[in-house]
């Protein structure tokens, strides 16, 4: 088993990203990764108000994956909304992982994006589909 890493966010400076860091490394750790192989990846800001490309903790996420080729095989996220409000953010941050060969793992609710080959499970692709509408509906 590799590393993985943890994204947690909110989108305000004034909100806590305690229990949801928590929660999210009790899970990993269910998974089989140890504290040591965790990275964490915390960030305070808006997920509606700026672009992929701007975002802080996706830009350190993807250059942590492309600095380190296949030491990550997996990034934990509470729900997909921590990831972006936007659909074509989480698509793209999807497209990304599977590239670089490193499983998607959403808390709430559960989703394992990829199967061995690295292929998205049809049910694991509807329930993104879902959720990232309902995300963005609620941006």
């Not at 999210?24 to 998974?31: P, Y």
């Not at 996420?61 to 996220?77: E, H, N, S, T």
């Not at 559960?110 to 509408?133: H, Q, S």
Request: with cysteine; net charge negative.
């Amino acid at each position: 088993m590799g590393k993985a890493i943890i994204l947690s966010r909110v989108s305000t400076l004034k909100q806590d990203l305690q229990q949801q860091t928590e929660e999210v490394i009790r899970f990993a750790a269910g998974e089989g990764y140890l504290e040591k192989d965790i990275t964490l990846i915390e960030d305070k800001e808006s997920a509606v108000k700026l672009d992929e490309e701007h975002r802080l903790g996706l830009i350190e996420l993807k250059q942590k994956i492309l600095d380190y080729p296949g030491m990550y095989d997996c990034v934990f996220a509470y729900e997909i909304s921590r990831i972006g409000r936007r659909a074509e953010v989480n698509y793209a941050v999807r497209n990304f992982l599977k590239e670089n060969r490193v499983q998607l793992i959403i808390l709430k609710p559960y989703i394992k994006l990829f199967d061995k080959e690295f292929k998205i499970e049809e049910t694991a692709n509807m329930t993104f589909a879902i959720f990232n509408a309902l995300a963005e509906g609620l941006s």
